[in-house]
């Protein structure tokens, strides 16, 4: 088949490109985007439109969803296929989720029992992938210099949310609405496996939240997103995670050698290791495969799926230690493939364990591989899709 794959910089689109094209199908790429982040929507439209005049083809696809893809498609009776691989997408919510001509593809399940009764035979569950043979190249590619500079006892690949935290614009609120917030949040942070912020917040609340909040986001099209959505996954949710991840740093680093690859201000973070930002391709494989332990602390925004951080480690042979996520059961074998934590004093409790116990830790980072690589490859991630879109 013929596709046209609309990028925008998305780190997993060059395997994804590398997917299907293994399974022998032909790509026409607009990248545009990547390089303009400015474009407006009737240009990118006006972009689209003209390749698809130029080069005919059976789909078109994208990484997260475009509701001007759609709506081009639309027009041209294509199927427009996406797969989302962040949380929460507001994109999603576009009124253009309704075409007829959507196939989209959520990572996330709580995600997708919210978008699919938009359009109930054009949603699937769709899980996320690894490319193995990229990592496992990269990780064989390299010198024993850079294996040694990478090497680390506990590890963390990813920013802290501190330095995008939208909640943080909060100002002057009521005493009551942060007293609460300040509770909901607390009691968010100590559940891993459900999500109750939007169930708890009452609409005087997001309300008030949004009077104080200036730029609240409000979609700038028509939507079927609600301001209590949007409080809770886009703001509320982004914080609990800045509090999570600073909390997991500065408890491990009290007691282990914690070594953390980001962009974010570690300043409060003494006894961390900030090793700045790694590269995607060149440099995260490696940090992986070298790492005992790799971190993964799941944004609260996913609040049922699981991330890509942790099939990029699995498919470098790394051992994961994560937080518990609703999904993780049905793709992995808790104990067998990776290992999940219950709250913070098990985190630090298993830490300490599979620091100690190498055999164990080594056996369950080979096993996670191993399942990677049968069930969980972009070739075979690709092939459920295609059949799920087109029925073949």
């Known amino acids: 088949m013929k596709l046209l794959f609309y990028r925008y910089g998305s780190i997993c689109e060059p395997d994804v490109i590398d997917g299907f094209q293994e399974l022998g199908h032909t790509i026409t790429e607009i990248t545009t985007e990547i390089t303009n982040k400015t474009l407006t929507p009737q240009e990118c439209i006006q972009i689209v439109s003209k390749v698809l005049l130029e080069h005919p083809v059976d789909f078109v696809f994208?990484?997260?969803?475009?509701?001007?893809?759609?709506?081009?498609?639309?027009?041209?009776?294509?199927?427009?296929?996406?797969?989302?691989?962040?949380?929460?997408?507001?994109?999603?919510?576009?009124?253009?989720?309704?075409?007829?001509?959507?196939?989209?593809?959520?990572?996330?399940?709580?995600?997708?029992?919210?978008?699919?009764?938009?359009?109930?035979?054009?949603?699937?569950?769709?899980?996320?992938?690894?490319?193995?043979?990229?990592?496992?190249?990269?990780?064989?590619?390299?010198?024993?210099?850079?294996?040694?500079?990478?090497?680390?006892?506990?590890?963390?690949?990813?920013?802290?949310?501190?330095?995008?935290?939208?909640?943080?614009?909060?100002?002057?609120?009521?005493?009551?609405?942060?007293?609460?917030?300040?509770?909901?949040?607390?009691?968010?942070?100590?559940?891993?496996?459900?999500?109750?912020?939007?169930?708890?917040?009452?609409?005087?609340?997001?309300?008030?939240?949004?009077?104080?909040?200036?730029?609240?986001?409000?979609?700038?099209?028509?939507?079927?997103?609600?301001?209590?959505?949007?409080?809770?996954?886009?703001?509320?949710?982004?914080?609990?995670?800045?509090?999570?991840?600073?909390?997991?740093?500065?408890?491990?680093?009290?007691?282990?050698?914690?070594d953390l690859y980001t962009a974010s201000d570690t300043s409060s973070l003494p006894r961390i290791h900030n090793r700045g930002l790694a590269k995607t391709l060149e440099e995260m494989p490696v940090i992986f495969y070298n790492s005992r332990i790799n971190l993964n602390i799941t944004s609260k925004s996913i609040r049922s799926g699981l991330p890509l951080r942790i099939f990029d480690i699995m498919g470098c042979g790394g051992f994961v230690l994560t937080n518990f996520q609703p999904e993780l059961p049905e793709f992995f074998t808790p104990g067998e493939d990776l290992v999940f934590y219950e709250n913070l004093e098990d985190l630090a409790c298993k830490t300490d364990y599979f620091l100690h116990h190498e055999k164990e830790r080594r056996e369950i980072a080979e096993n996670g591989l191993a399942t990677v690589k049968k069930f969980h490859t972009y070739p075979i991630r690709l092939q459920q899709m295609l059949k799920l879109a087109f029925g073949a």
Not at 73 to 101: G, N, R
Not at 117 to 132: C, G, K, R
Not at 139 to 146: E, K, L, Y
């Open 62 to 258: 994208s990484i997260n969803f475009f509701p001007f893809l759609s709506e081009v498609c639309q027009i041209f009776k294509l199927p427009y296929l996406c797969w989302t691989v962040d949380s929460p997408v507001m994109e999603l919510f576009a009124t253009s989720i309704t075409h007829p001509c959507n196939r989209i593809f959520v990572f996330d399940r709580a995600q997708y029992d919210e978008i699919s009764p938009l359009n109930l035979e054009h949603v699937f569950h769709l899980p996320l992938a690894v490319n193995v043979k990229q990592k496992q190249n990269q990780i064989q590619s390299v010198s024993d210099a850079v294996h040694k500079k990478f090497t680390s006892e506990v590890s963390f690949v990813g920013s802290l949310y501190t330095e995008k935290c939208p909640y943080d614009k909060l100002h002057n609120p009521p005493a009551y609405l942060l007293g609460y917030l300040n509770g909901l949040m607390e009691a968010q942070l100590r559940i891993y496996g459900g999500f109750i912020i939007e169930d708890l917040l009452t609409d005087e609340m997001v309300e008030t939240f949004k009077e104080h909040l200036p730029g609240f986001f409000t979609y700038p099209y028509d939507s079927y997103l609600t301001d209590k959505k949007t409080a809770a996954q886009l703001y509320i949710g982004n914080k609990i995670s800045a509090m999570e991840r600073l909390r997991v740093m500065a408890l491990l680093s009290e007691r282990f050698s914690v």
